[in-house]
């Protein structure tokens, strides 16, 4: 759809901090966060973190806008493909 990004760390990289990101189902890739962005599921299935890597968030102030991961599966195992991208949505 439109928007749609290749990861969530792509749509990291384009949301800026007190942002939010909202995920497709699927199965997606573990990441690393390092600013302060909210990351929802969009609701039409399962999202999946397939943690075979570690899921870091680092790098946060005590005066950064507060983080929210809701509607998130995070899973140790491998990777599987699927889902079909990221819509980062700008908080208002």
């Known amino acids: 759809g439109p928007g749609a990004l290749p990861s969530i760390t792509a749509a990291l990289a384009v949301t800026p901090a007190g942002g939010k990101i909202v995920v497709a189902a699927g199965t997606w890739p573990a990441f ?14 399962p999202v999946i973190i397939a943690a075979d890597q570690p899921v870091v968030i680092q790098g ?8 929210q991961l809701e509607g998130l599966q995070i899973q140790r195992g491998p990777l599987h493909p699927g ?10």
């Open 32 to 45: 690393t966060m390092t600013h302060a962005v909210s990351i929802y599921a969009a609701g039409d299935g």
């Open 60 to 67: 946060l102030t005590t005066n950064a806008p507060p983080v």
């Open 83 to 92: 889902g079909w991208g990221f819509r980062p949505r700008h908080q208002i």
